[in-house]
């Protein structure tokens, strides 16, 4: 019915889509309540036409309750998971393809503190009674991509640069950033990003 995914290991627009509304379709065998997830990294930068590649899994940023507040997704809905296990075997996905990475633990983002703003600025699209997917702001993204950037490097750097982010934009990222690592290093190692990506004014305002 739904069409089977052809890579074991990396999603594309149409092949997240296809396990979205499989992920739909179990949740509604199953009779679940209307479960709304909060996505960010890959997985939101292709669902919100951001950036086109592809990504390994969907990372699960927060949940949205009844109330349309930001809940902490740790654990993630019981049910929830075991539909995303039904949908990784039918569509030879990770057992992880769905998971609550970057929010886990006390050092997640969510714990740690979402940018102000955030909620507002989602991207939402429904796949039926039971599920909608909110996708993080291009703001957003820059702020999480410029954390990750200046720790980690490599494909966050690239999603970074891809964003065309403004000297604003880096500015708030920057201040963000700074409060998730307070730390003398990590101000003088985003300084020399910063600098390294042509944004100088950005890193001596820091």
Not at 111 to 116: K, T
Not at 126 to 152: N, P
Not at 161 to 182: F, I, K, N, R, Y
Request: hydrophobic share 45%; with cysteine; glycine share 10%.
């Amino acid at each position: 019915m739904f069409g089977a995914i052809n890579t074991a290991m990396r999603l594309d627009q149409e092949q997240m889509e296809t396990a979205f509304r499989l992920l739909e379709y179990h949740l509604s065998r199953q009779k679940a309540g209307l479960i709304r997830l909060v996505v960010c990294g890959g997985s939101a930068l292709i669902g919100a036409e951001l950036v086109a590649r592809t990504t390994k899994d969907v990372d699960v940023l927060a949940l949205l309750n009844s109330s349309g507040m930001l809940v902490d997704p740790e654990p993630l809905p019981q049910g929830l998971l075991e539909a995303s296990v039904i949908v990784a075997d039918e569509l030879n996905l990770p057992k992880d393809w769905l998971n609550n990475g970057p929010s886990s633990g006390e050092g997640g983002l969510f714990r740690m503190g979402l940018p102000i703003g955030l909620a507002e600025r989602l991207m939402v699209r429904s796949f039926g009674k039971h599920l909608k997917v909110y996708f993080i702001s291009r703001l957003d993204q820059i702020f999480f991509k410029l954390y990750a950037a200046v720790d980690q490097g490599g494909y966050h750097t690239e999603d970074l640069l891809a964003l065309d982010p403004s000297e604003d934009e880096l500015a708030q990222g920057a201040c963000w950033a700074m409060t998730h690592d307070v730390s003398d290093g990590f101000r003088m190692v985003l300084g020399l990003f910063l600098k390294e990506l042509g944004y100088e004014s950005v890193a001596e305002k820091l």
